[in-house]
């Protein structure tokens, strides 16, 4: 109940201050764009194929991106004092933690929520059921809320959200470009070939692929049920990793 109410304060914070919603409406709008229209006649010889294959990979960047924001802002409140008043207060000591993971299903919702809305606007068709469509939706929110914990530790230990902001992208960076994303991992030097066999964003993409748009879309010789499976396995890991020491880093900040 605790993190309930937190996570109500989390979304109430956003609606107060609408530019936090800028980088999970324009964001998606303008990697489409880029990718598609710009990049799409080279690599694919046209931008509807192209769309086909890029979309679900736009969606996986774009929340990789989004997960990341968490840690930003609660290193922010770290700074401001706010979580002096939350210790003061009979809550559970993760419910803070919790709260802010939990409201920013928000954002999540609106960055796949519009990832895809846009795609559709400009030529994307859905090549699967609506039932798949709307799980690989769910996935996607699972899967954020699983990766923000990993934000959340890098906020809890870091000293400024600056720095929350560049190991992000350090992070972000080089597992969503060095995947299948936006060109067949064929294509790509050796090394570096190697390096996407072993990229776990590459699995999460993958899955959205055979969800949006079926299996014919997917690289190699996966499946789409053994891609998902991966997906909640690392979701599981992540969650089992790092929400202990997000709260370990939590209780030692305060």
């Not at 609408?18 to 324009?26: A, G, S, Y």
């Not at 519009?114 to 059921?129: E, N, Q, Y």
Request: hydrophobic share 55%.
């Amino acid at each position: 109940m605790d993190a309930l109410i937190l996570a109500k304060r989390t979304v109430t914070k956003m609606v107060r201050n609408p530019e936090q919603f800028i980088d999970v409406t324009l964001q998606p709008v303008l990697m489409t764009v880029i990718f598609v229209f710009i990049f799409g006649g080279a690599v694919a010889g046209g931008t509807e194929q192209y769309l086909l294959l890029t979309l679900p990979a736009i969606v996986v960047q774009t929340i990789m991106f989004t997960s990341m924001t968490i840690g930003v802002n609660l290193n922010t409140d770290l700074k401001n004092g706010v979580f002096d008043r939350f210790r003061s207060l009979p809550i559970t000591r993760s419910a803070p933690l919790i709260g802010a993971v939990l409201g920013d299903i928000v954002r999540h919702t609106i960055a796949v929520g519009v990832s895809l809305a846009f795609g559709a606007l400009i030529g994307f068709r859905f090549h699967t059921s609506p039932l798949e469509v709307l799980f690989a939706i769910v996935l996607m929110i699972v899967f954020a809320v699983s990766l923000c914990w990993i934000s959340v530790f890098v906020g809890m230990i870091v000293r400024s959200s600056g720095a929350v902001q560049g190991i992000s992208f350090l992070v972000v960076f080089p597992l969503t470009f060095g995947s299948s994303a936006f060109v067949p991992a064929d294509t790509l030097p050796t090394w570096m070939q190697g390096w996407v066999a072993i990229n776990p964003v590459n699995h999460v993409i993958e899955a959205m692929r055979g969800l949006l748009v079926g299996p014919e879309y997917m690289a190699g010789d996966t499946t789409v049920t053994g891609q998902v499976l991966w997906v909640l396995a690392s979701c599981v890991v992540l969650v089992g990793v790092f929400f202990p020491l997000a709260t370990w880093a939590y209780r030692r900040k305060i």
